[in-house]
């Protein structure tokens, strides 16, 4: 196996591309394809102010180190979750990242400055720990965002994570969901920046490749709450069937943003108002995040949660 | 595992429904599935005349048994596809089928009456057998409703059939074949008769079970031609996905029927005119089954086709 530009031995071999790179044009090839979703997608100019959030995981770390090789100037933002030692090995991975390479990195604590954790979370609202993560996720890193003044916030979904959300999405044809499944989305003006996806055309073991050959230190460990996770699930079926057909999960995602996202994104937009607790948009009178925090935060510890 | 109505030992288990049935029970479950998908998307009334497509299969010939069961008056036309023994025997069992319940049953030869097999048709158009069989159904079929009168084609695709196709369609996010994926198809004033699909909210294993408990013979066998087919493949994966989430097919399928199939009707009809050889409605010149029809018959056997 010979890499496709140099005819090198290669370090990988990408089926869907029907190709193989060795160390060096692999992460050339990968720089490639987040350029080229920056600009198909026109996610953000070199002017505007850029947070990324991160995880501490491979794909953070890797597109952290992409961008800025591409010249970029980006902050980071972790989020400490709260999840034991989990949580504290992948807060040291981005640090460690962010010191090497003279980064910025914000950090929020989740049980500090909320005052409850993913685990709190779970238990008080008796759903699946990822939930109250994604939400709390989404919140948070948005607020990170508005109020470092930030135009963009820039989140590390690769394709194997956008394309199980996906058939997650239409397994259950949620429209509105649908709707919002995008590489982009706009800011709204009234509380939420734009949110861009730049690792969209790169798969799942191709950033853990990058971040191997790049001598990124990056929590390899799984998060320890996730197991049983539908999206997990959904990733490994998707998983056995790229086997058998390379370039399905791709042909599905961008076979969806080509041809059928549009019809989707004619489904009215439900009104928004102020969260009466913290202000940001909402289609209830208190948002989804201040409802979570305020069920976490009241539940007393080992209280198996009001239903 | 008891019969959900009567407590008796059950005969099967559907767990989606989370339900077992017995014998007699699962036969009036069957029947009251049918009669629902009918009254549900309006697919006939009593007193229209029903064509039923008949291959020998479980799901054909169980489908025959219901309706003629809930009061209907239905004749079957059966293709013979000139698949050797495949085809012996499956005309076999709708014949006999026919024959002892007093049924019209019309015969239509595919080698005979339009001079290919579908093994020629495959072997000319270097297409799957599965392709040209699909073309050719679709096209004779309808023309036999059309010819003898009637104004309903009834199908015996099942919840499976269905709920595959449709993820081939999603995943390619093929439009047009998903704004036509219906459990009824109007007739088009201009050379389609109405199409229906009765069988939707009842599994494969279910017409089985039915097929077996109520004595009927049928073809066993898969067609030996359908080795690799990627609908079979679909339906294999989504099997298992089903293993672990009962019911996935069904919200699958239902939730595209009832959140999404609209979005996709707005996609604009394309042109139709008659074809220039058989006068059919066709977006070409000369329609897909004639152009399969004339390459088919002017391959010389053996050939491998003229690509």
Known sequence: MRCRVCREKAAI???????????????E??????????????????????LLGVSGGKDSLALWDILTDLGYRVDGVYLHLGIGDYSSRSKACSEEFAR???LELGIVDLPEDYGFSVPDAARATQRSPCSACGLSKRYILNEAAVCGGYDVLVMGHNLDDEAATLFGNVVNWNIEYLARQRPVLPATGNGFVRKVKPLIRVAERETAAYAV????????????????????RIKEWLTTVEQDSPGLKQQFLFGFLERAADGFE??????????????????????AFCRLRRRSVEAPVGERGDG
Chains 1, 2 share one sequence.
């Open 100 to 102: 090497r390479r003279g």
């Open 213 to 232: 050959l790049r001598g990124i230190e990056y929590e390899v460990e799984e998060c320890p709450m996730v197991a049983g996770n539908t999206l997990n």
């Open 266 to 287: 004619a489904v009215a937009e439900a009104d928004l108002r102020a969260c009466e607790h913290c202000g940001r948009p909402t289609t209830a009178e208190v948002c």
């Open 13 to 27: 071999r990408i089926r869907r591309h029907n190709a193989a790179f060795c160390r060096e044009h692999l992460i």
């Open 29 to 50: 090839h990968l720089r490639r394809q987040v350029a080229r979703a920056i600009e198909d997608y026109q996610m953000f100019a070199g002017s505007e102010r850029l």
